[in-house]
Protein backbone atom coordinates (compact mmCIF):
# COMPACT_ATOMS: atom_id res chain seq x y z
CA UNK A 1 0.00 0.00 0.00
CA UNK A 2 1.44 3.62 -1.15
CA UNK A 3 2.05 5.40 1.83
CA UNK A 4 3.63 9.47 1.56
CA UNK A 5 3.89 10.63 5.11
CA UNK A 6 4.99 14.97 5.36
CA UNK A 7 6.29 16.04 8.25
CA UNK A 8 8.80 18.61 9.37
CA UNK A 9 6.42 21.99 8.85
CA UNK A 10 5.53 24.55 11.73
CA UNK A 11 4.89 28.30 12.80
CA UNK A 12 8.47 30.00 11.70
CA UNK A 13 8.93 34.21 11.77
CA UNK A 14 9.65 35.57 8.21
CA UNK A 15 13.29 35.01 7.44
CA UNK A 16 13.19 31.39 9.00
CA UNK A 17 13.98 28.34 7.74
CA UNK A 18 11.68 24.78 7.95
CA UNK A 19 13.21 21.76 6.30
CA UNK A 20 10.40 19.12 5.27
CA UNK A 21 10.38 15.77 4.36
CA UNK A 22 8.44 12.90 2.69
CA UNK A 23 8.88 9.30 4.07
CA UNK A 24 7.40 7.04 1.26
CA UNK A 25 6.69 3.37 1.45
CA UNK A 26 4.77 1.23 -0.64
CA UNK A 27 6.75 2.72 -4.08
CA UNK A 28 10.02 3.78 -4.71
CA UNK A 29 10.41 7.32 -5.05
CA UNK A 30 13.36 7.61 -7.76
CA UNK A 31 11.16 5.53 -10.27
CA UNK A 32 9.48 9.04 -10.65
CA UNK A 33 9.53 12.65 -10.76
CA UNK A 34 8.59 13.67 -7.68
CA UNK A 35 7.60 17.32 -6.58
CA UNK A 36 6.75 19.01 -3.73
CA UNK A 37 3.44 21.35 -3.69
CA UNK A 38 1.56 23.36 -1.44
CA UNK A 39 -1.98 24.66 -1.23
CA UNK A 40 -2.80 28.04 0.31
CA UNK A 41 -5.92 28.39 1.81
CA UNK A 42 -8.92 29.15 -0.27
CA UNK A 43 -6.52 28.27 -3.55
CA UNK A 44 -6.07 25.45 -5.39
CA UNK A 45 -2.42 22.68 -5.13
CA UNK A 46 0.55 24.04 -7.00
CA UNK A 47 3.41 22.77 -7.60
CA UNK A 48 6.84 23.98 -5.69
CA UNK A 49 9.32 22.42 -6.76
CA UNK A 50 10.44 18.88 -8.49
CA UNK A 51 12.94 16.10 -8.80
CA UNK A 52 13.48 13.63 -11.55
CA UNK A 53 15.37 10.49 -11.82
CA UNK A 54 18.66 11.91 -13.00
CA UNK A 55 19.19 14.43 -10.15
CA UNK A 56 17.53 17.74 -11.96
CA UNK A 57 15.69 19.86 -10.01
CA UNK A 58 12.77 22.51 -11.40
CA UNK A 59 11.20 25.03 -9.17
CA UNK A 60 8.55 27.77 -8.95
CA UNK A 61 9.99 31.13 -9.56
CA UNK A 62 8.78 32.02 -6.30
CA UNK A 63 10.65 30.37 -4.65
CA UNK A 64 13.78 30.16 -6.80
CA UNK A 65 16.94 30.99 -4.83
CA UNK A 66 15.16 30.20 -1.83
CA UNK A 67 14.08 26.50 -1.32
CA UNK A 68 15.53 23.58 -2.22
CA UNK A 69 14.43 19.84 -3.42
CA UNK A 70 16.54 16.85 -2.84
CA UNK A 71 16.14 13.22 -2.47
CA UNK A 72 17.57 10.04 -0.10
CA UNK A 73 17.16 7.55 -2.15
CA UNK A 74 18.39 4.89 0.66
CA UNK A 75 15.83 6.31 2.52
CA UNK A 76 13.01 6.69 0.12
CA UNK A 77 12.77 10.12 1.41
CA UNK A 78 12.34 13.27 -0.48
CA UNK A 79 13.39 16.98 1.35
CA UNK A 80 12.46 20.47 1.16
CA UNK A 81 14.73 22.82 2.37
CA UNK A 82 12.82 26.32 2.82
CA UNK A 83 14.87 29.41 3.50
CA UNK A 84 14.24 32.96 3.32
CA UNK A 85 10.78 32.26 4.74
CA UNK A 86 7.61 34.64 3.35
CA UNK A 87 4.35 34.64 4.60
CA UNK A 88 3.32 34.14 1.40
CA UNK A 89 4.68 30.31 1.68
CA UNK A 90 1.64 29.59 3.87
CA UNK A 91 0.46 26.50 3.33
CA UNK A 92 -0.15 22.61 3.53
CA UNK A 93 2.51 21.27 1.49
CA UNK A 94 1.99 17.40 0.11
CA UNK A 95 4.73 15.41 -1.85
CA UNK A 96 3.55 13.43 -4.73
CA UNK A 97 4.81 12.30 -7.94
CA UNK A 98 4.70 14.99 -10.67
CA UNK A 99 2.63 15.42 -13.02
CA UNK A 100 0.44 12.85 -12.08
CA UNK A 101 -0.20 11.78 -8.15
CA UNK A 102 0.03 8.64 -7.61
CA UNK A 103 -2.94 6.42 -7.31
CA UNK A 104 -4.39 3.52 -5.25
CA UNK A 105 -7.14 1.83 -7.27
CA UNK A 106 -9.11 4.20 -9.33
CA UNK A 107 -8.28 7.03 -6.67
CA UNK A 108 -5.48 9.56 -6.22
CA UNK A 109 -3.58 9.36 -3.32
CA UNK A 110 -2.74 12.24 -1.26
CA UNK A 111 -0.81 12.26 2.12
CA UNK A 112 -1.96 14.66 5.25
CA UNK A 113 0.41 17.21 3.93
CA UNK A 114 2.68 19.47 7.01
CA UNK A 115 1.29 22.76 7.39
CA UNK A 116 3.74 25.95 7.56
CA UNK A 117 3.13 28.91 8.66
CA UNK A 118 4.86 31.66 8.15
CA UNK A 119 4.15 34.83 10.62
CA UNK A 120 5.84 37.28 13.27
Known amino acids: QVQLVESGGGLVQPGGSLRLSCAAS????????MAWYRQRQGKQREMVAT???????NYKESVKGRFTISRDNAENTLYLQMNSLKPEDTAVYYC??????????????WGQGTPVTVSS
Open 51 to 57: FNSAGLT
Open 26 to 33: GTTISDYI
Open 96 to 109: NRFPFPLRIGPNDY
